[in-house]
């Protein structure tokens, strides 16, 4: 698995900081290159639109990889009680496609993977997918789609998954941050492009998602200043 590393960095003039900053405005809010390129323009750091694209798509997917490697890692010393998993369309160059997505009981971002079809074979790769990097948890939460009870029978997982209603509001709501972000791109153009997207923005997303109003002030306070130390440190020597 690619990772970050110190190098990324050595033909580059501007500083990695710079770099960064671009990289999670871009990412983790609703902002456009221009916007984006505003932003920085106000702060004294004069770079165009374009180049906030090139550090997006050069420097956003090692960005991702880092972060999910270190999430991986951590996952994997608890017990994985419970997942959520649910696809939406998403509208690529005028074509309907599915993004399906799997969060965990804490809805933190495990999985998302973009397909051209909602059927047995699509859910069949999505969870063997997640389950290669993840393991099996020990639920399953799905809504009642045919689809998930054929693949889930296939993979031998069936008595691990759960239907009801509003049981899988998780996951459901956790698609609504993505349907803002899509609003500012005005959608996407080619289903390649939305697969790297929706995968550093479900890594980057996830790490910064400190769900604030289940917490004190000053928990809070302390955990985004961890984050953020961690994301300072992507691509550090």
Same mark, same amino acid.
């Given at each position: 698995?690619?990772?970050?590393?110190?190098? =990324?960095?050595?033909?580059?003039?501007? +500083?990695?900081?710079?770099?960064?900053?671009?990289?999670? %405005?871009?990412?983790?809010?609703? #902002? =456009?290159?221009?916007?984006?390129?505003?932003?920085? &323009?106000?702060?004294?750091?004069? @770079? +165009?639109?374009?180049?906030?694209?090139?550090?997006?798509?050069?420097? /956003?997917?090692?960005?991702? *990889?880092?972060?999910?490697?270190?999430?991986?890692?951590?996952?994997?010393?608890? *017990?994985?009680?419970?997942?959520?998993?649910?696809?939406?369309?998403?509208?690529?160059? /005028?074509?309907? &496609?599915? %993004?399906?997505?799997?969060?965990?009981?804490?809805?933190?971002?495990?999985?998302?993977?973009?397909?051209?079809?909602?059927?047995?074979?699509?859910?069949?790769?999505? #969870?063997?997918?997640?389950?290669?990097?993840? /393991?099996?948890?020990?639920?399953?939460?799905?809504?009642?789609?045919?689809?998930?009870?054929?693949?889930?029978?296939?993979?031998?997982?069936?008595?691990?998954?759960?239907? /009801?209603?509003?049981?899988?509001?998780? @996951?459901?709501? =956790? &698609?609504?941050?993505?349907?803002?972000?899509?609003?500012?791109?005005?959608?996407?153009?080619?289903?390649? *492009?939305?697969?790297?997207?929706?995968?550093?923005? =479900?890594?980057?997303?996830? &790490?910064?998602?400190?769900?604030? +109003? #289940?917490? *004190?002030?000053?928990?809070?306070? #302390?955990?985004?200043?961890?984050? %953020?130390?961690?994301?300072?440190?992507?691509?550090?020597?």
């Amino acid at each position: 698995m690619p990772t970050t590393r110190p190098a =990324s960095f050595k033909y580059f003039e501007t +500083s990695p900081e710079i770099t960064r900053l671009a990289v999670i %405005l871009y990412i983790r809010f609703p #902002l =456009s290159p221009h916007n984006v390129e505003d932003l920085l &323009h106000e702060r004294g750091i004069v @770079v +165009s639109h374009e180049t906030v694209r090139y550090w997006w798509n050069r420097f /956003g997917p090692m960005f991702a *990889s880092e972060i999910r490697r270190k999430r991986v890692q951590q996952l994997h010393a608890f *017990s994985k009680w419970k997942w959520h998993v649910d696809e939406v369309f998403v509208k690529v160059n /005028g074509k309907r &496609h599915y %993004l399906w997505q799997a969060v965990d009981q804490e809805c933190e971002v495990l999985e998302a993977v973009v397909t051209k079809r909602r059927n047995k074979q699509a859910a069949l790769k999505f #969870l063997k997918k997640l389950m290669k990097r993840h /393991g099996c948890a020990e639920k399953i939460v799905t809504d009642r789609f045919a689809s998930y009870k054929a693949a889930l029978r296939e993979i031998g997982a069936l008595e691990k998954q759960r239907t /009801g209603r509003w049981l899988n509001n998780r @996951v459901e709501n =956790s &698609h609504l941050p993505f349907r803002r972000r899509e609003r500012a791109m005005q959608r996407f153009r080619r289903m390649r *492009s939305l697969q790297k997207f929706v995968s550093v923005y =479900s890594s980057v997303y996830s &790490h910064f998602n400190q769900e604030r +109003s #289940l917490t *004190s002030r000053d928990t809070f306070k #302390l955990t985004r200043t961890a984050v %953020l130390a961690e994301w300072r440190e992507l691509g550090a020597p």
